[in-house]
Nanobody, 123 residues
């Protein structure tokens, strides 16, 4: 059993930055591809970013390319999402996700979800 706990969300103005963290417990994350998804009220849960188990590849949604960066530290059992140049469209509940071996791209492929952390970007 793997538990994921996100932190680092909050309220920022447009153009600002936040760094989200996802801490794993109950087991190592080193055999999981990790990712971030987000869900705004009334909308589906959308892919944001993912990273392989050994950080040899990353993938980003077009809407966040050049602004967001996913990283991980397997020794600390933690995944990060650096978010820069935030816009109101980035406002959502952000979820950390783990998929056995492979990068999570679709919600249906995710094995474990965090509880979510709220990111709100004001204009």
């Amino acid at each position: 059993q793997v538990q994921l706990v996100e932190s680092g969300g909050g309220l920022v103005q447009a153009g600002g930055s936040l760094r989200l963290s996802c801490a794993g417990s109950g087991g190592t994350l080193s055999t999981y591809g990790m990712g971030w998804f987000r869900q705004a009220p009334g909308k589906e849960r959308d892919f944001v970013a993912s990273i392989t188990w050994n950080s040899d590849a990353t993938r980003y949604a077009d809407s966040v390319k050049g602004r967001f960066a996913i990283s991980r530290d397997n020794a600390e059992n933690t995944v990060y999402l650096q978010m820069n140049n935030l816009t109101p469209e980035d406002t959502a509940l952000y979820y950390c996700a783990a998929r056995s071996f492979w990068m999570p791209i679709y919600p249906s492929g995710v094995n474990y979800w965090g509880q979510g952390t709220q990111v709100t970007v004001s204009s």
